[in-house]
């Protein structure tokens, strides 16, 4: 038997020095500064996202280490915003 690890920001499982790895570029840890965790990101959730502050993201990434970063919630937009706005307003 063998431990099994996670990531303290995702789901990702993995053993510790995988999970250490991970964690180091992981796009949810805020330390890495990347646009899930950054109010300037604006996302459907599905296609990666969109930078409100100009940041040019390449196709279905996610940038890590932005200088435009501030830590926050990301704009939900799309299908997926419309469903979490109806879900708040209840
Ligand atoms: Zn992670």
Known sequence: MK???RCD???YMGTENEVMAHE????KNFNNKGCLTCVFCKTDGMH???CSKGQSIPEGKQLLYCD???NGE???VGFLGMILNMNKTK
């Open 74 to 76: 990301p704009e939900v």
């Open 3 to 5: 431990p099994i690890y």
């Open 24 to 27: 180091k570029t992981c796009v």
């Open 68 to 70: 435009a970063y501030e």
């Open 48 to 50: 990666g996202c969109e």
């Open 9 to 11: 920001y995702c789901d």
